[in-house]
């Protein structure tokens, strides 16, 4: 395609996670591959985000209004207006109802992004309902999606979306980062781990959809067993209290290190011996991808986005969500066979560097661009999805 396209993307962008980690990565990749787009950012929070994109020199814009707040509406139509993109591509349940709004009258392909089920955003039935009632009221003026797993593509296809209107893109991760080749800073002496300990980690937003209750449960299990046993959880959250006092209702408060908030991720995951993520659910499970890229052996729950890449005894340990006995067994095994931990790490690696990394992903992204503008010049309404 020989024009630039410009292409906004808006988000949320009020909590750091998987989305945002995502969009980190597409826009930096896509950037660095010299592909033909320029990249513009509207977000409803100055957070974490906005303030990566702007540290790496990308355009942006902040609306700062309440959660639904008509005045997003304007922005957005004025933003569409100052910007004029060639498409829009939208991340969220808030960013999606408002873009489309705004944009429903105009001629701009609208593209969307699937990152993970609705109905684990949103625990409470009542925030559930109405942002179920906002997404697929509008998903008519919608263009196309990218759903970043298969279970989410078939997910999308149950709710009524046709195949055709849907790309599944795995979301990307930076494997230079996230290499078992680098060295990477000690960390256990600062988190106060005993030199001989087999540490454990997990890397999560501490709500209620990544089991990290069920987790600290196995755990407790795992230590009665194994004294050399260590957890530490890098991330947080509103369960934050709720979980240090489980950990200390349980009696291993000394095993287990709140790591807090962490930008350092990669640096983190070299100072653990293993993985683990009792998720209920995942869109893709990205930190799962990021320890697998590290060389690290993982055991998590067989969920979502998480079957599209890992495949038990293969490359890693599948258990069965919600079942703190089964993920203590798949920890304790992993534990003690020192040949299997080797062979699930190697087999790990190679498979993230072949089929997950960033590149791939911006590579994939910029062809959908390219056949949605494509496909809307010559008025065509949707385009084939890839599978």
């Known amino acids: ?5 410009r292409v906004l993307h808006v988000i949320g962008g009020g909590e750091y996670g998987g989305a945002e980690e995502y969009l980190v990565q597409l826009f930096t990749h896509l950037r660095a591959a010299s592909y033909p787009v320029n990249l513009h950012l509207a977000c409803f929070y100055e957070a974490q985000l906005s303030q990566e994109l702007r540290e790496r020199g990308f355009s942006l814009t902040v ?3 309440g959660r639904l707040d008509v005045r997003l509406w304007r922005g957005l139509s004025a933003l569409l207006a100052r910007v004029r993109p060639h498409l829009v591509h939208t991340h969220g349940v808030k960013a999606n109802f408002f873009t489309r709004l705004a944009a429903r009258k105009t001629a701009i392909p609208l593209i ?8 684990y955003d949103y625990p409470n039935p009542l925030a559930y309902f ?3 009632q906002m997404e697929r009221r509008t998903r008519r003026w919608n263009h196309h999606f990218i759903a970043i797993s298969r279970t989410l593509r078939d997910h999308l296809v149950a709710e009524g979306v046709p195949p055709e209107r849907i790309s599944v893109i795995h ?8 290499s078992p080749d680098r060295t990477y800073p000690r960390l256990r002496k600062e988190w106060g781990i005993p030199a001989d300990a087999f540490v454990w980690g997990t890397v999560a937003r501490f709500v209620e959809v990544k089991g990290l209750s069920v987790l600290i449960e196995a755990f407790a299990r795992v230590r009665q067993l ?6 530490v959880l890098i991330g947080d959250g509103p369960l934050r209290e709720r979980l240090r006092k489980q950990v200390r209702t349980l009696g291993i408060a000394d095993a287990v290190t709140f790591t807090g908030f962490r930008r350092d991720v990669p640096n983190c995951l070299a100072n653990v011996d293993a993985y683990v993520s009792a998720s209920f659910s995942e869109g893709l499970g990205l930190s799962v991808l990021e320890a697998m890229a590290m060389g690290l052996p993982v055991v998590c729950t067989a969920v979502g986005g998480i079957l599209d890449f890992l495949r038990h005894g293969e490359n890693g340990w599948l258990v069965p969500p919600r079942s703190d006995v089964a993920l203590a067994e798949g ?11 080797a062979r699930f790490a190697q087999q790990a690696a190679r498979d993230v560097r072949d089929a997950f990394s960033a590149e791939r992903m911006a590579r994939e992204t910029f062809q959908v661009y390219e056949q949605l503008v494509q496909a809307q010049a010559f008025g065509k309404k949707s385009m084939s999805g890839r599978r």
């Open 112 to 119: 969307t992004t699937v990152h993970s089920m609705l109905r």
């Open 171 to 178: 979301h990307g991760i930076d494997v230079q980062r996230f």
């Open 1 to 5: 395609m020989a024009q630039q396209l």
């Open 63 to 65: 609306l700062p209004f």
């Open 130 to 132: 109405v942002a179920a």
């Open 331 to 341: 920890m304790i095994a992993v534990m003690r066979d020192p040949v299997m931990r």
């Open 226 to 231: 194994e004294p050399r046993a260590h957890l």
